[in-house]
């Protein structure tokens, strides 16, 4: 039997190990963690104190028969098909699959460190977003500053969700006349997509939230409570909330396969490693040219589990991150690589989807949801709905490859 | 050094983001060259030089993508 060797046991890798034929591919998981965790939660629990389990076993996520193995991997030799874990462990494979996901590096900012330490975020991990409840319920009134500390970070909406959920729970507590939220960010305006943008600076200006565009976060004045940027701006805080630099994986690879982020090169329609035919990159790890999402991830993987088993398939860029906007309402991020955002209104319903899919994630990542997936989908078109929302939005150029 | 940044399909988050990320791993004197799909990236690509003090040395349209050619001036 053919050996499938998938690095890292989040959303991509699991979906695709459950996606694969156990009678024909002898399928190991590896994960330097035993639990995997449902992150979209952790604005939940930064922003409301949510105290629900979000986590679950790795070996508990996958079918029977998928080898589960609980190790970090260190290097991978793609000529010679070979993974290098700790202790000298060697992993020989057939087809790869790194789907080892983002890793947060607050010490390329000078000063981040210390607040990644003390104040706490809500990308990196469950902890961390318990440390910035903490700092969030004990906050009493000043300059919140809140945004990312580089361009590219996972589920480009969360930074947005994140701030207008403190806005609601400021407004709740009756803190909201008494604190100033700044909004930085390095992009031109408050969301990176236009049509998106439509929605979220309206909404962001009635809750009384500025905007700082064109803010790259450069350094962290800890002693004088300011941020900087590239640009030569500053902004002064009493509690700052920074998303930190989002980087890709520290896996050494013997071949030339990274950018100078750490994300690895792959094409964007079949995920593999550009140079090679048995190996793939799988969700937030990859450099394709689309959002760094669960769902994403889930897709990719449904289009790699195809190609190892000699089904065609592509994938289309298709991302739809639900977005919390507070306040009770959501809206969905709809895009593809040949079609723009749609300018998708928020509603009640909307947000009730994005609360379900919180319930059935975990049922999903075992494959049971497919069938519903497709028709969502289907049902979602990024074509369709361009058509029906999108109606100042000037058509794409064609990016198909010549 | 000339960069070549493919940012051709991207809608979300878009080409501006993959223009910030190489501009923070340039230098002084680099030219990064842009592709991207998006036609939102012409107006963004211009406020983006203005505001950072870097030149556009060049904006075409060719049949299948937007060509940026930007010259980091500042860092
Ligand atoms: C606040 C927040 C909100 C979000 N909201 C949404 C949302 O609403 N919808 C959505 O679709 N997405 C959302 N996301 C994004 C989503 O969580 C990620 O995009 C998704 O988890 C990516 O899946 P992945 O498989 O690529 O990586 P991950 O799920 O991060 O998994 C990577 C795995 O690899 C393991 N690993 C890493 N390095 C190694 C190594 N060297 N050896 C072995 N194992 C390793 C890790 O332990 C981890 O288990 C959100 C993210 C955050 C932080």
Redesign the interface.
């Known amino acids: 039997m053919e050996k499938v060797l998938i690095v890292g046991g989040g959303a991509g890798g699991l979906i695709l190990a459950n996606s694969l034929d156990l009678d024909q591919y002898d399928v190991t998981v590896v994960d330097k963690e035993a639990e995997h965790y449902y992150q979209p939660w952790y604005l939940y629990v930064a922003f409301k104190g949510s105290k629900r389990k979000i986590s679950r076993p790795i070996s508990k996520l996958l079918k029977p028969g998928i080898r589960f193995v609980r190790d970090t991997i260190k290097e991978i030799d793609l000529d010679n098909k070979k993974a290098y874990g700790s202790y000298e462990v060697i992993y020989p494979y057939d087809h790869i699959i790194v789907a080892t996901g983002t890793s947060p590096d607050p010490n390329v900012i000078p000063g981040l460190s210390q607040i990644y330490n003390q104040v706490g975020d809500f990308h990196s991990n469950l902890q961390n977003s318990r440390k910035l409840w903490n700092s969030v319920k004990n906050f009493k009134g000043g300059n919140i500053v809140f945004g990312m500390a580089s361009p590219v970070c996972k589920c480009p909406p969360s930074p947005i969700e994140g701030v207008l959920l403190l806005e609601e729970y400021l407004n709740k507590k009756g803190l909201r006349s008494k604190t100033k939220i700044t909004y930085f960010t390095p992009y031109p305006r408050a969301y990176p997509a236009e049509p998106m943008n439509r929605i979220v600076e309206p909404m962001l200006k009635e809750r009384g939230i500025e905007v700082m565009p064109f803010f790259d976060l450069d350094m962290v004045d800890t002693e004088n409570r300011k941020i900087k940027s590239i640009e030569g701006d500053e902004l002064n805080y009493d509690l700052p909330i920074i998303i930190p630099p989002c980087k890709g994986t520290k896996i050494k690879f013997r071949q030339d396969v990274k950018d100078e982020d750490g994300f690895i090169k792959a094409d964007k329609y079949t995920m593999r490693i550009k140079g090679y035919d048995d190996a793939y990159a799988v969700g937030d790890v990859n450099n394709l040219p689309t959002s760094k999402t669960g769902v994403t991830a889930h897709l990719e993987a449904k289009v790699v589990a195809n190609l190892i088993q000699g089904i065609y398939d592509k994938f289309t860029g298709r991302i739809n991150c639900p977005f919390d906007m507070g306040y009770g309402k959501a809206t969905f991020v709809i895009a593809d690589y040949e079609n723009p955002v749609v300018e998708y209104p928020p509603s009640r319903t909307k947000h009730f989807m994005k609360m379900s899919m919180a319930r059935i994630y975990w049922l999903t990542l075992k494959g049971y949801m497919d069938p519903v997936f497709d028709f969502y989908f289907e049902f979602t078109n990024p074509r369709k709905l361009n058509e029906k929302y999108n109606k100042t939005n000037p058509p794409k150029a064609s990016s198909q490859p010549q | 050094m000339e960069k070549l940044v ?9 080409p ?3 223009l ?2 190489a ?3 340039s230098q002084v004197g680099d030219i990064i060259v842009l592709w991207a ?4 990236v012409k107006a ?1 690509a211009q ?2 030089a203005k ?2 003090g870097n030149e556009i040395l060049e904006m075409k ?1 060719e ?4 060509v940026i050619k930007i010259r980091i001036n500042k ?1």
């Open positions: 493919d940012s051709r399909g991207s809608a979300c988050p878009g501006i983001t993959d910030s990320k501009y923070r791993n799909t998006d036609q939102g963004d406020a983006w505001r950072t349209e049949p299948d993508k937007i860092r």
